[in-house]
């Protein structure tokens, strides 16, 4: 994904990527996500921490979908003959609402912050 879009990477603090902290705070929320996904309220001040760190680093609704792909990706791989079609359809599905909680929330943020470039 870096590769592919060096404007993403330039958003990244690369050294938390170096030293696995980045990784393994995305990975920790997308677990949580996924432990909770029966109750989505629960997970109110994760997507408000995270949230306002995306606005902070200008994440922008058309990235959700570039970051979508790798982490799919990434998913399948790890998972090798686990990632069924069923799951894999669980989880695009699954992230598609997440992303949607998140460019909702940020909208909400940058409008708040008068940062909005459409509002
Ligand atoms: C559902 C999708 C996503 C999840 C679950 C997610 C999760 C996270 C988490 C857990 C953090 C760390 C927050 C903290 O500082 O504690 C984070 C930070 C960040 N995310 Fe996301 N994210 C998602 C989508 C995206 C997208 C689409 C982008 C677009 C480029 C993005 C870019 C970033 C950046 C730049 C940071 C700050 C990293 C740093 O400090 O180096 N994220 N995200």
């Not at 902070?56 to 979508?68: F, L």
């Amino acid at each position: 994904m870096f590769q592919n879009h060096p404007e993403i990477r330039e958003q990244f603090d690369m050294s938390a990527q170096a030293d696995g902290s980045q990784p393994a705070r995305l990975a920790t929320a997308v677990y949580g996500y996924a432990a909770q996904i029966d109750n989505l309220p629960a997970l109110k001040s994760m997507v408000e921490k995270i949230a306002h760190r995306h606005v902070q680093t200008h994440v922008t609704p058309e990235q959700y979908p570039i970051v979508g792909e790798s982490l799919l990706q990434a998913m399948k791989d790890v998972l090798g003959k686990a990632a069924t079609e069923e799951v894999m359809a669980a989880w695009t599905e699954a992230y598609q609402v997440l992303s949607e909680v998140f460019i909702n929330r940020e909208h909400d943020i940058y409008r708040d912050s008068q940062l909005c470039k459409v509002c």
